[in-house]
């Protein structure tokens, strides 16, 4: 995947195509103290501050027509502490960065997402997650925040340090203030061993609670109009490295994964009555392969076929259920859907706003091709998704609002009642955040 960046015009777009706004100026601060006088500036000029990473996110999170802050100078690691298992990194580091750097120090976070293309800021701001049985997102990871308020003082926080500010800010939606540095927890670099296969769904979806409980990190992704899935197990391996082989990687990650889906959705695109017969071969494309490696190599994989996503948090206990209710529901219709649905899970944590604070959770991510159009199956499995009581991915397409949020997350109000006290003139507010999480 790449960055975004703004044209000559003035106009910012992120990946997905579906956001884009004309800020008034764009700052690229090169400090601390250079980002606290910008938002003091847009203070007295009476304009809103938004910051914004690699435009990953598919929702409006980051858009302003106020100051756009960009931290691509923001970034690298300023301290390792091996004593406390901690690395403290710059706001505007992108994930990539951050895995290689630790790698060489022989260091790796415990979990981490399937892209690494986001900056950590943006990433952890808006609940971005892998899938673990014990491990949770990115932002349980932190240990400590630093970010700058809406009155341009720098504020930082952990669990004994502002502890109120701390449990709402590692997911804070960009709604408290603009994050500078992040200290994650880090432990030594361990190995994974990666177990792909095929499965039916029926059978992945009769073995959930098995095939959950006995890997450390599963996942799956199940082709719409077909009953085949392909599931994934990665747990912990005391070695010898086995990588996928360079060919065989190119082949299946690059040639297949990417070049050959994105064809098969170009021509589902044009003739959306090849999507079922395109995704029975799609679905059968990859063969089963097993792998040890270095924790990002097998947590990450290269996205470059462009798409819109919606994503929702179910408890875990319910996502059979769902997932099955989405299945009947695509049979039932004539939707045409070229993409697989995704499923992770996450244990319960204790932020705030995170889509698993307080409950074992599990994710259904549904998909379209960008330029395909999306709205009716979003609306119909958010539909589905909303009966659960599920929450939205805080980055990704869905209609929730402040009413709904204030139902299925019991500490809504701490939130907002803090984000009341940082930012009582709601410097850092624009349309999405209004709505999400009111005026």
Not at 119 to 148: F, M, P, Y
Not at 238 to 245: I, L, N, S, T
Not at 300 to 322: C, D, G, I, K
């Amino acid at each position: 995947m790449s960055s975004t960046a703004s044209g000559k015009s003035g106009t910012w777009r992120n990946w997905g195509g579906t956001v884009s706004v004309r800020p008034v100026r764009e700052v690229v601060p090169a400090s601390v103290e250079e980002l606290s006088a910008a938002v003091r500036q847009a203070a007295e000029d009476g304009l809103k501050v938004k910051a914004v990473g690699t435009g990953h996110s598919f929702t409006s999170i980051a858009a302003t027509d106020g100051v756009l802050i960009r931290p691509q100078l923001l970034t690298g690691i300023r301290d390792i502490d091996r004593e406390a298992g901690t690395v403290t990194v710059e706001a505007g580091t992108p994930l990539k960065r951050l895995n290689l750097a630790l790698a060489r120090e022989g260091l790796s976070l415990t979990n981490m997402g399937d892209i690494m293309e986001q900056t950590v800021s943006g990433a952890t701001s808006t609940g971005t997650h892998g899938t673990g049985r014990d491990s949770a997102s990115i932002a349980a990871q932190i240990k400590r925040l630093e970010l700058v308020t809406a009155d341009g003082s720098v504020l930082t926080c952990s669990d004994k340090e502002n502890p109120e500010v701390f449990a709402a800010a590692r997911v804070g939606l960009g709604a408290l203030g603009v994050v500078t540095a992040i200290t994650f927890a880090v432990e030594p670099v361990f190995l994974l061993t990666a177990r792909e296969e095929p499965m039916s769904f029926d059978r992945v979806t009769g073995a959930f609670d098995e095939l959950w409980a006995e890997n450390e990190h599963f996942e799956f992704y199940w082709f719409p109009h077909t009953g085949n899935t392909n599931t994934k197990r990665n747990n912990r391996s005391a070695g010898p490295e086995r990588p996928v082989g360079q060919l065989k990687g190119w082949f299946e990650d690059e040639f297949l994964s990417n070049g050959v889906f994105q064809m098969a959705n170009w021509v589902g695109r044009a003739v959306p009555a090849a999507i079922p017969p395109i995704a029975q071969v799609s679905s059968k494309a990859l063969s089963a392969r097993t792998y040890t490696d270095l924790p990002y190599k097998v947590f990450t994989s290269p996205r470059r076929v462009r798409f819109v996503e919606m994503e929702y948090a179910l408890p875990r206990e319910a996502v059979v259920e769902a997932l099955r209710e989405l299945r009947g529901m695509v049979d039932r219709s004539r939707l045409r859907i070229s993409f697989p649905v995704e499923v992770r899970t996450a244990p319960a944590d204790d932020i705030t706003l995170s889509t698993a604070s307080g409950r074992d959770t599990a994710y259904i991510a549904v998909h379209m091709f960008r330029g395909t159009p999306y709205q009716a199956y979003f609306t119909a499995a958010e539909r589905i998704f909303t009966a659960h009581q599920g929450r939205p991915h805080w980055g990704k397409v869905h209609t929730r609002d402040a009413e709904y949020f204030a139902e299925v997350y019991p500490r809504f109000g701490e939130f907002t009642a803090l984000r009341d006290r940082l930012d009582p003139d709601r410097r850092f507010q624009n349309d999405y955040l209004r709505r999400v999480l009111g005026p």
